[in-house]
Structure formats: structure tokens, C-alpha cells
DNA sequence: GGTAGGATAAGCT
DNA sequence: GCTTATCCTACCA
């Protein structure tokens, strides 16, 4: 993390989400909760798309607080509790009042592995942020997060500045409905993945 | 190598 | 009451 990044504008989020899930892989996430610094290259992400999606939070639902910050403007975390224990991360996409997201599923850890080891328990590096919910668990991203700026919050996304990655581009994990959506998006042959 | 079951709580019906 | 965009452990091969 030597060379100034700059975070990624709004103005990337204001697109299409599945388009918005493909770029943003091999980008940094970065978190400074609590002080310290932990930082990933993103490898995975799932898009989920909209209202008419019946995977996303808020189809065939109104709006609510807890959903709220799905509606928020692009750019925005959206961070949700899941299975009475686990944190999840999403960057809201399209425009304001518009529910659609970009689920982070994976990291390739970068910076900050002892603070991550800390928070995730001793487990074996390939461990430490491959799923949405031990990548939250190792980057410290709770409910305090949700709402918060990606652009210039506590936990950004950063541009990288290699080229795009080969993408492999599959059905989303962990859904029971909309599963054969070509939504999940991987870079090839990461051996960070989820799975 | 693989998978079944349980933990645990908010939000919806 | 039931479901859930998950993870971990135990157990089996």
C-alpha cells in the first residue's frame, strides 16, 4: 500500500451492478477499525441486481430499517447481520432509492495478517478471508459500518492500478432462490476464493 | 477428500 | 413460527 491509491469515486458504483461485481475485482478493500489497518485484494464478488431479484434483501419486501442503506446512494456499505452471528459486506450500486448491491465474498489478505489472525482465531492464511462472513470477522466490519462512505469511510475500496483480471463467472453461493443467475463473479484460478 | 447438523437472532408472515 | 446472501465441527470415506 505504498503508491497513493485513490479510492474508488461514487461515480463507479452509479452502473449496473453486475458490471460494478466484475470490476471491482482486484481492487483493495481497506479497513482502519479500531486503528489498524487491515487490507485485502478483492477476489470474488456475487451482484444482486434489484427489487425484481429474489435473492436481494429487498425483493417482494418494503423498505426497512434494516434495509435501508441498500436504498442509500452508490458508494454506500451496506453491511447486514445473518444467521444470528455473522457480519456481511455490500457496495451499494445504480442510484439513490435504488436497492441493489455487490456482495464481497472473498480476499486475498495483503496488510495487517497478525490483526486478522487476532480477530478470526488461528486459522490457516487461506482461511482467514475466504467467505463474506470471516472476511467481515477479519477486516473488523460490523453493523457500525453499515451506512458508512466506501469512497471515505473507516473501510474503503481502493483502485489498483494493473489491469483487469481474467474473470470466471458462475451461479451465486449460499441462495435458495435465483440460484442459476450468472451473478458470482471470481478472478481465474484465485486460490483465495471461497471455494 | 466430502458432507450433515447445529449455533444463534433479526425480520418477516 | 419460519427463514436466512454463513461458518465451524464432527464424522465418514
Redesign the pocket.
Known sequence: MRPPFPPLAAAFYARPTAEVARRLLGHFLVSDVAGRRTVGRIVET?A?VGPHDP????F???R????EA?YGPPGTA?V???????W?L?AVTERLDYPA?V?I?ALEPLEGLAVMRRR??N?AER?LC??????C?ALGITGDENGTSLVRGTVRILRDRTRGPLVAVTS??????GVSWPLRFVIQGSPWA?R
Open positions: 456475487e444482486y435473492a436481494c434483501h429487498a417482494g419486501r418494503r426497512t430499517p434494516r434495509t441498500l451496506y447486514y447481520f445473518t444467521y444470528g452471528m455473522h456481511c455490500n448491491a456482495l465474498r478470526r482465531g486459522v482461511g475466504a467467505g463474506p462472513a470471516r472476511l470477522e451465486r453461493i449460499g441462495i435458495t432462490r471461497s
